[in-house]
């Protein structure tokens, strides 16, 4: 593409935000410059430099906005805080857009409610309309998109982990306990981020031992073909990637005839399922709810259904709340009530809920390598800092992003402290048969 040709998309596709969305048009008009979301920012905390400057950031698409979509930027150009677009400008874009996290922590702060992380989307949705988008993020969105996960593991391989997780927990407790697989019918289809069977799995094993304990284990499946609920469409900008990626999962909860989609611990995926599955949204009414297993263990837990012997969690724990499930979805007593009942020491990071610091690597960092030096010592700053406060020796995550990036920031800076689901705590202090598991190391 030309560089001319460049210009006229990326001013095309800016002046379109004043036919869309109204919340996105209003953020172009209302900022007072206060800088309440720079104060308040885990990457700008952790370099005050300009392109962190969540204001500045956002700067980017409002002043052209202002220079092409308002009378006020046509006639007084940059007095009116209007800027055009200089061609070229989107190769410094990608560095701008990509060091957000999207964590939304300035739009519970800032006055009028702006949400930089809205714009921030619409800046990677132009990237990737250019074709300019991180290889990393392509990768990740690509194999799902072909294989239904964003390991892109086959049919065959996620069925050798389901029978090596089984053959685990029948050590663990001496019975068999079960992870049925492509069960039409079952009235809970499991849909928790792919890491979360091959990477770390007990966050799944420790679901399959609340089915068990319930007298449940023939109630819930799991799909050997779409088991990953995981969707970087929703970081990369691309709406249709995204609502492509989602498909999978519907199509397949419709084939199960499940009653329940039953997502996993991973906040975005959450998201993405239970907001466009809303009336009127992308797929309209369907014979299905959407819940999370968060949700549904906490709820056994207040009903008295489970048992557990909290001297098997003994260390020090706390909670690092998701910010997709914290801000966007308000999930979180849940995983607060999970850890409260299956550990002995449970402490609060502050702030925390929806005012809880972001890890430093949403929206898709975690998976950069590239910028692995600022995600360590920039955007997961404050985290670390906050994980240190509370002296825990274990830090939960319902997220698989959220756990890959602080298990890096605990080993770069020295922190003897592991990283690891909600429901593995609970795994490994869950009674079975009067029994918790034999194994319950963690460090």
Same mark, same amino acid.
């Given at each position: 593409?030309?560089?001319?040709?460049?210009?006229?998309?990326?001013?095309?596709?800016?002046?379109?935000?004043?036919?869309?969305?109204?919340?996105?048009?209003?953020?172009?008009?209302?900022?007072?410059?206060?800088?309440?979301?720079?104060?308040?920012?885990?990457?700008?905390?952790?370099?005050?430099?300009?392109?962190?400057?969540?204001?500045?950031?956002?700067?980017?698409?409002?002043?052209?906005?202002?220079?092409?979509?308002?009378?006020?930027?046509?006639?007084?150009?940059?007095?009116?805080?209007?800027?055009?677009?200089?061609?070229?400008?989107?190769?410094? #874009?990608?560095? #701008?857009?990509?060091?957000?996290?999207?964590?939304?922590?300035?739009?519970?702060?800032?006055?009028?409610?702006?949400?930089?992380?809205?714009?921030?989307?619409?800046?990677?949705?132009?990237?990737?309309?250019?074709?300019?988008?991180?290889?990393?993020?392509?990768?990740?969105?690509?194999?799902?998109?072909?294989?239904?996960?964003?390991?892109?593991?086959?049919?065959?391989?996620?069925?050798?982990?389901?029978?090596?997780?089984?053959?685990?927990?029948?050590?663990?407790?001496?019975?068999?306990?079960?992870?049925?697989?492509?069960?039409?019918?079952?009235?809970?289809?499991?849909?928790?981020?792919?890491?979360?069977?091959?990477?770390?799995?007990?966050?799944?094993?420790?679901?399959?031992?609340?089915?068990?304990?319930?007298?449940?284990?023939?109630? #819930?499946?799991?799909?050997?073909?779409?088991?990953?609920?995981?969707?970087?469409?929703?970081?990369?900008?691309?709406?249709?990637?995204?609502?492509?990626?989602?498909?999978?999962?519907?199509?397949?909860?419709?084939?199960?005839?499940?009653?329940?989609?039953? +997502?996993?611990?991973?906040?975005?995926?959450?998201?993405?399922?239970?907001?466009?599955?809303?009336?009127?949204?992308?797929?309209? @009414?369907?014979?299905?709810?959407?819940?999370?297993? +968060?949700?549904?263990?906490?709820?056994?837990?207040?009903?008295?259904?489970?048992?557990?012997?909290?001297?098997?969690?003994?260390?020090?724990?706390?909670?690092? @709340?998701?910010?997709?499930?914290?801000?966007?979805?308000?999930?979180?007593?849940?995983?607060?009530?999970?850890?409260?009942?299956?550990?002995? @020491?449970?402490?609060?990071?502050?702030?925390?809920?929806?005012?809880?610091?972001?890890?430093?690597?949403?929206?898709?960092?975690?998976?950069?390598?590239?910028?692995?030096?600022?995600?360590?010592?920039?955007?997961?700053?404050?985290?670390?800092?906050?994980?240190?406060?509370?002296?825990?020796?274990?830090?939960?995550?319902?997220?698989?992003?959220?756990?890959?990036?602080?298990?890096?920031?605990?080993?770069?800076?020295?922190?003897?402290?592991?990283?690891?689901?909600?429901?593995? +705590?609970?795994?490994?202090?869950?009674?079975?048969?009067?029994?918790?598991?034999?194994?319950?190391?963690?460090?």
């Amino acid at each position: 593409m030309s560089e001319k040709s460049e210009k006229q998309e990326v001013i095309s596709q800016i002046t379109a935000i004043d036919k869309g969305p109204r919340a996105l048009k209003l953020y172009m008009e209302i900022c007072a410059r206060c800088g309440t979301c720079a104060s308040v920012c885990p990457v700008y905390f952790g370099e005050p430099s300009a392109k962190y400057n969540p204001v500045l950031r956002s700067d980017l698409i409002r002043s052209i906005f202002k220079k092409h979509a308002t009378t006020t930027g046509k006639l007084l150009g940059v007095l009116a805080g209007a800027h055009d677009y200089t061609e070229g400008e989107i190769k410094e #874009w990608v560095d #701008w857009f990509y060091s957000c996290t999207g964590c939304r922590r300035c739009a519970t702060y800032c006055p009028f409610g702006i949400d930089n992380s809205v714009i921030t989307r619409k800046g990677r949705a132009i990237i990737d309309k250019l074709g300019l988008t991180p290889e990393t993020m392509l990768k990740v969105i690509k194999t799902s998109l072909a294989t239904g996960n964003t390991d892109g593991a086959s049919p065959e391989a996620f069925r050798a982990a389901v029978a090596f997780l089984e053959e685990e927990m029948k050590e663990e407790h001496g019975v068999d306990i079960k992870i049925p697989i492509d069960v039409e019918g079952a009235e809970y289809f499991y849909v928790p981020p792919s890491g979360d069977v091959l990477v770390n799995p007990e966050a799944t094993t420790g679901l399959a031992k609340v089915f068990h304990a319930l007298g449940m284990a023939d109630k #819930w499946t799991m799909s050997s073909c779409f088991f990953d609920g995981a969707n970087y469409g929703l970081f990369t900008g691309n709406d249709a990637d995204m609502k492509a990626d989602n498909k999978h999962c519907v199509d397949e909860a419709k084939k199960l005839k499940c009653k329940v989609m039953l +997502m996993g611990e991973c906040g975005h995926a959450y998201r993405i399922m239970k907001m466009m599955m809303e009336p009127g949204k992308w797929w309209g @009414d369907l014979p299905f709810k959407v819940m999370n297993c +968060m949700e549904f263990t906490a709820e056994q837990i207040k009903a008295g259904r489970l048992k557990f012997d909290k001297n098997k969690n003994p260390d020090p724990v706390t909670y690092h @709340d998701p910010c997709n499930f914290a801000r966007s979805c308000g999930i979180v007593e849940e995983p607060r009530a999970i850890l409260k009942a299956t550990c002995l @020491d449970y402490r609060e990071m502050s702030p925390n809920r929806g005012e809880n610091w972001c890890c430093g690597g949403g929206a898709g960092l975690s998976a950069m390598d590239s910028i692995y030096e600022f995600r360590m010592n920039v955007s997961g700053k404050k985290k670390v800092e906050q994980t240190k406060a509370t002296g825990a020796k274990y830090v939960a995550a319902a997220c698989s992003n959220c756990k890959r990036q602080l298990t890096q920031l605990m080993e770069f800076h020295g922190e003897k402290v592991a990283v690891g689901g909600v429901h593995d +705590m609970l795994s490994r202090s869950i009674l079975i048969n009067g029994k918790a598991a034999v194994r319950t190391d963690y460090l």
